[in-house]
């Protein structure tokens, strides 16, 4: 089973200004259940300044590539192998004393789950303070004031009082937005945003949205924005990277994506979406099955057993599909399927 | 949070009020006469009558309920017929020797179960966590008495390097004066260095035996606390800030693990009381658990009926002090959600 | 010594340092924690010897024979004689009868007293519930070993009152964790259902929740055999068990203290040898029990 690589993008269009190029990227959990292989030699790169939206349903190994992008995979996982430049800068064979100086900095990490991402014996305070002092020299006073001005950055009211207050005073919406105040401290170029607002009610996730809209527009900073909710991904993504089972099966820009889909993976992904406009009745579309474990994948296509067009066919079973590259090769859209030149043509 | 402090004294009191009443009816309801006692099985019937009229044991019982309790608030204990003594006396005056002992046992588990911890989990290796877990079940299964005697036959008599069960100090050896009864502290204070190097060898070893069972406890209830926080969220956001394994360890891990084993607080209490009266007879240590043993071999009741009331008074005492402490430090209990 | 908590996940429940079980019978499953494996085997020698030594060993263990007193470890004597000439072997094998016998007993009676106690608890509520809890609390306001020599200074002393003693420290234990879990059954859906259905308390205690609670009792059970045996130990210690001459391991402990530290060793040695064995052994079947059962531990979080 080969897993075929990428061109790099940056060979092919160098006068790009790439924050982020991962390529071929492999992590692999060593349980007792056997190997996982949670990221499959992924490729990716995003754009200073530019939104990616990372896509895929739990288990398809996208926090895995957030944290193995930061270094913060622990055992029993590990990267194996592929390499992720930040700034042009390798980085993903610095060691962790190293690593230290860049998280925070130069790319942050805006968590999943609001509730349990603060320390809760600590001030919100404290812990905005914390990342500010880590990496500058600052008193305690200034990045005190720093803190504060964080704070109504992302619209915390009072904020000069809430600055003393423990995370259990603050409701989820607040949390996530200490959050990005948190991972905006130190002016980063690259956000990786890990389902930010997966916890969170429809209206307080409009509003956590908008604030990072805002913040990393005037900052010009770049956003990886991993979710498994596409409506989010319409709004804010420029680009998106679809993946499945812990492989990239389509990347494209936003507008190719949403008009038309190489990769049956995402356009059943489209499709269960429920829109207010679906009148008939019926039951929602959804993909049935399960996702894959990815310790024990399939000889062919991992998508196969649920696969609306390539369920039960020889070449899907038995073969792993390679990437197919089509239109503009300057910006092409790639897809991981066997058809793919036929439903993108 | 008044309110709170207020309703955990009231438990507390009641249940200190219950336990007065268990140990006062397991000591006058049940067989085992008192006075007979007292007088030896050769009394006549009418001298076990005039005794017991001496002793009150004639009046009815919340008659003798009443007269013990304002007894043990005014001070009168009853008296310790074996040691000659009132038992309020003979408990002061040992309390200071038990007290050390407790402390130095309580010290050494405490400071050598959160290194363990530490350890543990911050370098995770199998082999490292099957000792410790080793060590644990060892200390929990061990009974200390017989310990004691182990240590003491190796580390004094074969090997010399501790001295015998000669209590506090050598028998060449004056006590410091005296400050806080402690001999270690006052022989500090006073610059004895010979002394104190005396009493804190006399001490190591009980201490050690002491402290066994609440070190093993302590060490797997902090390693599986440290465990469980350093898998929560909040430990990545730290690391993702680019903060070192250490510095979230040391400042976000261990504060939020440690929250949760102040609760043991109590029973750990629990834990030297109950030791205190099987190690300090090994080691000849005039506490109040050798006094226990003792009034117990000569059927001296007064003296355990004392120590059963008071161990669980301290025992209540300690437990509210944990809730309330628990609740002073953890702001999420101390600073309600509704703002 | 503190009556352990089968649930307070302190006593170990991290699954991940387990190696793998994969459920192909007991014995395969035994097999493959060595851990388990040493305990299980240690447990079952000493049940073994409890339970035929004393009818396959020939001395008896209350055989005095003066002449024949405080001699070292030998063949004919492989733990030596006491200070009356007691062939301390035959002694260790009664005294494992006896710690073994009252433990399981102690064990036995008070999971179902503290079990029954805690599902009435749970199940009637009102000013039954209350009774009971307050009842328990006066127990729980005692450390376990000074309550348990109360009753034994109290009732007088000797096996039963000390095995009573025993058992009502543990007693509050199984009620309040029995209590808890009908109590959370009770808010399950099912039951609600039955009820809606019709089903009369008793029937729905019975039928519903009582199967659901045996392996929480169960686990609790196992973690409290270890601490029996160390504290009817202790109480012999203290000489509150056993009467004289009966060979307790703690009383005999007793026995060998003045001999300790006159070269006479193994008087005290081997009886405390037996209880460090299974206690231990005890303890760490528990533990692995607890693991399998109830991995994260229902009440993990102290």
């Known amino acids: 089973m080969t897993e075929a690589a990428l061109e790099s993008p940056a060979a092919v269009a160098p006068e790009k200004d790439f924050v982020l190029e991962v390529r071929d990227l492999e992590t692999n959990y060593y349980t007792h259940d056997g190997v996982v292989k949670a990221v499959r030699k992924v490729s990716l790169e995003i754009e200073r300044g530019h939104r990616v939206g990372v896509v895929g349903e739990s288990g398809s190994g996208k926090s895995a590539l957030a944290l193995s992008i930061l270094g913060l995979i622990e055992p029993p996982g590990r990267v194996v192998g592929g390499s992720v430049k930040l700034n042009g800068r390798e980085i993903s064979a610095l060691s962790d004393r190293q690593m230290q100086q860049v998280r925070g900095k130069e790319v942050s990490l805006v968590f999943q789950d609001p509730m349990t991402a603060l320390d809760p014996v600590k001030t919100i305070g404290g812990q905005i303070v914390e990342v500010i002092r880590h990496h500058r020299r600052m008193s305690r006073k200034a990045a005190r004031k720093l803190a504060v001005e964080l704070l109504r950055d992302v619209e915390v009211p009072h904020a000069e009082r809430r600055l003393d207050d423990y995370p259990h005073q603050y409701s989820g919406g607040m949390r996530q937005r200490v959050m990005i105040a948190i991972a905006l401290a130190n002016e980063p170029d690259l956000v990786v945003a890990d389902e930010p607002t997966t916890a969170l009610d429809v209206t307080t996730q409009a509003q956590v949205l908008e604030v990072l809209e805002r913040l990393v527009t005037e900052r010009n900073t770049a956003v990886m924005l991993i979710t498994h909710n596409l409506a989010i991904v319409a709004e804010f993504c420029d680009r998106v990277f679809v993946m499945y089972a812990g492989r990239v099966v389509e990347r494209a820009r936003a507008d190719q994506l949403f008009a038309r889909q190489g990769h049956p993976y995402s356009e059943a992904l489209l499709r269960s979406v429920p829109r207010p406009d679906m009148l008939q009745r019926g039951p929602l579309p959804t993909i049935p099955g399960f996702s894959p474990s990815l310790a024990h994948l399939p000889p062919g296509c991992p998508f196969e057993p649920r696969c609306p067009v390539g369920n039960g066919l020889e070449v899907c079973r038995t073969a792993v599909p390679y990437p197919v590259v089509l239109g503009d090769p300057q910006d092409p859209v790639v897809a991981e399927c066997h058809f793919a030149a036929e439903r993108l043509s | 949070m008044f309110r709170v402090v207020a309703s955990k004294i009231l438990g507390a009191s009641v249940a200190v009020f219950g336990a007065s009443l268990v140990a006062f009816v397991f000591m006058r309801v049940f067989p085992g006469n008192p006075a007979r006692l007292i007088l030896g099985p050769l009394a006549s019937e009418q001298a076990i009558k005039e005794q017991e009229r001496a002793m009150g044991l004639d009046q009815p019982l919340w008659v003798q309920y009443w007269r013990y309790i304002k007894g043990v608030f005014s001070g009168n204990w009853g008296f310790a017929y074996s040691a000659g003594d009132s038992v309020k006396h003979e408990v002061i005056a040992r309390l200071p020797a038990s007290a050390e002992l407790g402390l130095y046992a309580f010290l050494f588990a405490f400071v050598l179960a959160v290194l363990l911890a530490l350890v543990a989990t911050y370098r995770r290796r199998p082999v490292v966590d099957g000792v410790i877990r080793a060590v644990s079940f060892f200390g929990l299964g061990t009974p200390p008495f017989w310990f004691g005697l182990i240590a003491l036959l190796l580390f004094s008599q074969v090997w010399h390097v501790f001295p015998g069960p000669d209590g506090r100090l050598g028998p060449n050896t004056l006590p410091p004066p005296t400050y806080t009864h402690f001999y270690t502290i006052d022989a500090l204070i006073a610059g004895q260095w010979a002394t104190l190097g005396d009493a804190f060898m006399h001490i190591l070893l009980p201490a050690l035996t002491l402290g066994l069972a609440p070190f093993a406890y302590l060490v797997r209830l902090l390693r599986a606390n440290l465990l469980d926080v350093s898998r929560e969220n909040f430990i990545v956001v730290v690391r993702s800030k680019g903060l070192g394994r250490w510095s979230a360890f040391q400042h976000h891990a261990l504060p939020n693990a440690f929250l949760p084993t102040l609760t043991a607080g109590g029973l750990l209490l629990a834990q030297l009381l109950a030791g205190s009266v099987l190690v300090e007879k090994v080691f000849n240590w005039p506490g109040i658990g050798a006094l226990v043993v003792d009034s117990i071999l000569r059927q001296d009741y007064a003296v355990v009926q004392t120590f059963v009331l008071l161990s669980a008074i301290a025992y209540v005492v300690v437990n509210a002090l944990v809730d309330v402490l628990y609740g002073v430090i953890d702001p999420r209990v101390r600073i309600p959600m509704a703002r | ?302």
């Open chain 3, 1 to 302: 010594m503190e009556v352990p908590d089968g649930f307070a996940g302190e006593l170990g429940g991290d699954v991940s340092s387990h190696p793998r079980r994969r459920v192909s019978g007991m014995l395969g499953f035994v097999a493959r924690d060595p851990a388990l494996l040493v305990a299980g085997a240690t447990l079952t020698l000493l049940v073994l010897l409890a339970l035929f030594g004393p009818l396959a060993w020939p001395n008896d263990p209350l055989g005095i024979d003066v002449g024949a007193s405080l001699e070292a470890p030998s063949w004919a004597h492989p733990m030596g004689t006491d200070s009356v000439g007691r062939d301390v072997f035959a002694r260790f094998l009664e005294g494992a009868r006896i710690s073994l016998a009252v433990g399981s007993l102690v064990v036995v009676v008070g999971a179902l007293i503290g079990g029954f106690a805690g599902v009435v608890a749970g199940a009637t509520g009102g000013w039954v519930d209350g009774l009971v809890m307050r009842v328990m609390d006066a127990i729980l306001a005692f450390p376990p070993l000074i309550l348990a020599m109360a009753v034994s200074v109290g009732l007088g002393t000797g096996l039963k009152t000390a095995g009573l003693g025993i058992m009502l420290t543990t007693i509050p234990y199984y009620a309040r964790l029995l209590r808890s879990e009908v109590l959370r059954i009770r808010a399950l859906p099912f039951i609600e259902a039955a009820h809606a259905l019709g089903a009369r308390r008793m029937r729905i205690m019975l039928r519903h929740i009582v199967p659901h609670v045996v392996s929480t009792l169960l686990i609790q059970a196992a973690a409290v055999f270890g601490y029996a045996i160390l504290t009817l130990a202790a109480l012999g210690f203290v000489g509150l068990g056993a009467r004289v001459p009966t060979p307790e391991w703690g009383a005999m402990i007793t026995d060998g203290l003045q001999y300790f530290l006159t070269g006479q060793w193994w008087i005290g040695v081997f009886p405390g040898i037996g209880v460090l064995l299974a206690v231990t052994a005890a303890n760490v079947i528990a533990d692995r029990a607890r693991d399998i059962l109830d991995p994260r531990g229902r009440y993990a979080h102290v």
